[in-house]
């Protein structure tokens, strides 16, 4: 069974600044798929950015970028240039690829609060 | 934002009373999940479909039921309610191929209370 772990139950940031949120995970599997998702308060969760296990490359969406460590089994997100609007709860998740339903393990949750 | 709807946003109801909690995705996708966050904690998957007249459990053992009869709705029901099913529920739907991204579009949530 896959797990994934997300070691800081809260952070906080200026705006404007960068600010690095960790997760790590266990899996036995070698393809696979990882994602951060974002709930805002009192809003609908939202893909923020995925990364496939088999590409080497570090994916980026605009602000937001991830460190991918497969030997390591560490997937980070940083957050550049981070706006009030970024204040959310963030977590990580695994899905294993090629499955038929495609189930999604998440992290325990990281909150993130960005200060004016 | 996703096209994916809960209703209620929120619920209060006494215990024993049977509810049913309504998720709708106008996406056409095939893969619809329920799932449950107690608050500021992780999602735990607790039921799953494939398609039409196909329902499964996840890994949280849950004593709710589900039903998938229109690919469009899955509505998620308690036959009695009790104070421990208070909790927030999730719904989230994906194409059966996964789409671009693998990516599950998540409803609003509907938070339960149980008195």
């Known amino acids: 069974a896959q797990t994934v772990t997300q070691s800081q139950p809260e952070m906080s940031v200026q705006e404007a600044e960068t600010v690095t949120l960790s997760c790590t995970y266990d899996t036995s599997e070698n393809n696979y798929y990882l994602f951060w998702y974002k709930q805002p308060p009192s809003r609908q969760m939202i893909l923020v950015i995925r990364?496939?296990?088999?590409?080497?490359q570090n994916a980026t969406e605009n602000r937001f970028s991830v460190n991918f460590q497969k030997a390591a089994k560490s997937f980070s997100l940083k957050i550049s240039d981070s706006q009030l609007g970024d204040t959310a709860m963030y977590f990580c998740a695994f899905m294993m690829r090629g499955t038929s339903y495609g189930k999604l393990t998440f992290g325990q949750g990281t909150i993130l609060t960005v200060h004016p | 934002e996703a096209d994916i709807y809960q209703t209620p946003r929120y619920l209060v109801i006494g215990t024993g009373k049977k509810i049913t909690l309504e998720c709708s995705q106008t996406?056409?996708?095939?893969?619809m999940y329920w799932y449950q966050q107690d608050p500021g904690m992780e999602l735990h998957l607790i039921h799953y479909s494939y398609g039409v007249n196909s329902t499964e459990k996840g890994d949280l053992s849950s004593e709710s039921t589900v039903s998938r009869i229109r690919t469009e709705h899955f509505p998620l029901t308690l036959e009695s309610a009790r104070p421990s099913h208070t909790s927030q529920y999730l719904c989230a739907s994906t194409p059966m191929g996964g789409g671009h991204n693998n990516e599950q579009f998540f409803g609003p949530g509907t938070r339960l209370t149980v008195l």
């Open positions: 996406m056409g996708h095939d893969k």
């Open positions: 990364q496939e296990a088999y590409k080497q």
